[in-house]
């Protein structure tokens, strides 16, 4: 698979990954299989994965400042 970005091939790599669910919560999701760029930095979560991170956010604690969640497929 080619990066969207350069054209450089990407690999398979497991990653941490933060996302933004409010104002002021952040959630940091371990384990995250993605595709990485070897020549920059970007990166591709696959259909599957992100189906599961949408659940994962689905869930966590809006009110909450910082979580962190294992990514289990």
């Given amino acids: ?8 091939e990407l690999r398979s790599v497991t990653t941490d990954l933060p996302f933004k669910v409010a104002d002021h919560s952040i959630v940091v999701i371990k384990g995250i299989p993605a595709m990485q760029c070897d020549a920059c930095p970007e990166y591709v979560l ?5 189906e599961s991170v949408d659940n994962i956010l689905a869930r966590v604690d809006q009110t909450a400042e910082l979580e962190i969640i294992r990514f289990a497929a």
């Fill in 1 to 8: 698979m080619k990066c969207g970005t350069c054209g450089s």
């Fill in 46 to 50: 696959v259909d599957s994965v992100m």
